[in-house]
């Protein structure tokens, strides 16, 4: 009876031990099916290689919509900390280049910048003069340069011929604003453009530190401008990017992607302790099962 007392509750702890482990072996393997004939094996593969799609999509799913959604990305990305890690890499680089005796167009010519830089200059300043003129224009500014003359000339003049003269000024100022815009048009661009690309060939010819000193002279809140407009550019568009993104598929196929023994090895490492525990509880189980059956 003794004997019985002790070796029932061992039995039943090695039991529930094996029972256990092998359990949790079969979560993983065999990674593949096994067959006999054209018979395939019960239980192969396992419960994960056999659900891996579908659990890498509600992996997917719980981790794009839940953890990584838009809101979270969003403060995440606009956080105090976040804020802080941009101010000290902004002044760690403003240093640097402080520092950086080279001319700003060898700079760039090293960097393979030089060709890109050519091109958009060309591109930006053509769209600035023709942007300007349109502005000039919107903005009705031959009429009122004319407006302005005219009130100037009907100043100097007696009243008499002021009364004369009016009439026929005001009709010619119509036709002559039309001219001004025509004008515009066709000089603006060319002289924006011009004056855009001789400030850009000064600006070259200087080394880096000058031109970073004299950037921070004429823009002392540079850093803090850029990140209100990073932080606008976040706060309105990166709901569309992150739906673009799709997280929830990116995850899901990257989960398909790994091989059964790398996955098996990846979660192990990060539920070692509690499968483990599982383990040694079903010996602590199979032991009190071993006492109640002692018992009836």
């Not at 031109?211 to 568009?237: A, H, N, S």
Request: include cysteine; proline fraction near 4%.
């Amino acid at each position: 009876m003794d004997l019985q007392m002790i070796a029932a509750p061992v039995i039943g702890g090695i039991i529930g031990l094996i029972t256990n482990g092998l359990a949790i072996k079969m979560l993983f393997r065999p990674h593949k099916e096994i067959y006999i004939g054209k018979f395939r094996l019960p239980f192969t593969p396992g419960l994960i290689p056999k659900e891996k799609n579908r659990i890498a999509a509600a992996i997917g799913k719980i981790i794009g919509n839940e953890l990584l959604n838009s809101e979270t990305l969003g403060k995440a990305l606009c956080s105090d900390e976040m804020q802080n890690a941009f101010y000290r890499k902004y002044e760690n680089i403003a240093e640097q280049l402080k520092e950086n005796d080279k001319l700003l167009k060898d700079v760039l010519e090293e960097k393979g910048f030089s060709d890109s830089i050519e091109g958009v200059k060309g591109n930006i300043t053509q769209k600035a003069g023709v942007s300007i003129a349109n502005k000039l224009i919107e903005q009705n500014v031959s009429m009122t340069i004319l407006d302005y003359g005219v009130e100037e000339v009907l100043k100097n003049l007696n009243p008499m011929l002021r009364g004369m003269a009016s009439g026929a000024i005001e009709a010619a100022k119509m036709p002559l604003s039309v001219k001004i815009d025509n004008l515009i048009l066709e000089k603006c661009p060319e002289y924006v453009e011009e004056y855009l690309g001789s400030g850009y060939e000064e600006w070259m010819d200087k080394p880096v530190s000058e031109v970073t000193k004299q950037l921070e002279e004429k823009f002392p809140r540079l850093k803090y401008q850029i990140w209100i407009v990073y932080e606008t550019f976040m706060d309105k568009k990166s709901e569309n990017f992150i739906q673009e993104l799709n997280i929830p598929k990116v995850v899901e196929e990257k989960i398909n992607e790994f091989d059964m023994a790398e996955l098996e090895k990846m979660i192990m490492e990060i539920a070692k302790k509690e499968l483990n525990a599982l383990v040694w509880l079903g010996g602590l189980l199979g032991m009190l099962m071993g006492f109640v059956n002692l018992l009836f």
